[in-house]
């Protein structure tokens, strides 16, 4: 499955943005994941059925799936600087539930697109 991102860029905080990422096939699960300069890669949201959330993006994140064009959405609210990163899309098909924030049980990734957020 090859997978393209869309969205990203420069947001003051508290602003908004909106990822999409095409597949060109079904995967049973989608999701988000992001590396901050300097930082380890780290799980942002997925979607199996169900959204799954990072605690640091509760109440300010949410993904959504359209299962009829292979395309899952993060929509970003109330941005803050740390969630400045460079944004991957991720796909899988062998996870379980319990690896779902596992970046190595994704088969399939995306370009990076960088978010920026500016105090």
């Known amino acids: 499955v090859q997978l393209q991102a869309f969205g990203g860029g420069l947001v003051q905080a508290g602003g908004s943005l909106k990822f999409s990422c095409a597949a060109s096939?079904?995967?049973?699960?989608m999701g988000w994941f992001r590396q901050a300069p300097g930082k380890e890669r780290e799980f942002v949201a997925a979607?199996?059925?169900?959204?799954y959330l990072a605690d640091s993006v509760k109440g300010r994140f949410t993904i959504s799936r359209d299962n009829a064009k292979n395309t899952v959405y993060l929509q970003m609210n109330n941005l803050k600087p740390e969630d400045t990163a460079v944004y991957y899309c991720?796909?899988?098909?062998?996870?379980?539930?319990?690896?779902?924030?596992?970046?190595?049980?994704?088969?399939?990734w995306g370009q990076g697109t960088l978010v920026t957020v500016s105090s």
């Open positions: 991720a796909a899988g098909d062998r996870l379980i539930l319990s690896t779902i924030t596992e970046g190595r049980m994704y088969d399939s």
């Open positions: 096939g079904r995967s049973t699960t």
């Open positions: 979607f199996r059925w169900r959204e």
